[in-house]
Nanobody
Framework: QVQLVESGGGLVQPGASLTLSCSDS??????MGWYRQAPGKERELVAR???????NYEDSVTGRFTVSRDNAKNTVYLQLNSLKPEDTAVYYC????????WGQGTQVTVSS
């Protein structure tokens, strides 16, 4: 069974940076999406990256977040810079358009 494992979250102050990782246990390389779910809100897509590295971002994170990948490791990354309190959420990854069971996510909390 495919497993997605996210890591790298934490508690940081506004303006700080974090790097999240997501490993996909499958062997095929997919377009991958990073999603987040804040308390009381629906899960939303914040970034995605194609197998050859073309990235797209949701407007609120453009210029602050950067998605990248290492296909040899079947791992995608999300660099979060200039974090704001409204970025607080559980962050998940999944295969974009071909979702498999969600992982446990990784909590990002931005607070002073």
């Amino acid at each position: 069974q495919v497993q997605l494992v996210e890591s790298g979250g934490g508690l940081v102050q506004p303006g700080a940076s974090l790097t999240l990782s997501c490993s996909d246990s499958g062997s095929r390389i997919w377009t991958m999406g990073w999603y987040r779910q804040a308390p009381g809100k629906e899960r939303e897509l914040v970034a995605r990256i194609t197998p050859n590295g073309i990235a797209n971002y949701e407007d609120s994170v453009t210029g602050r977040f950067t998605v990248s990948r290492d296909n040899a490791k079947n791992t995608v990354y999300l660099q979060l810079n200039s974090l704001k309190p409204e970025d607080t959420a559980v962050y998940y990854c999944n295969r974009f358009g071909y979702n498999v069971p969600w992982g446990q996510g990784t909590q990002v909390t931005v607070s002073s």
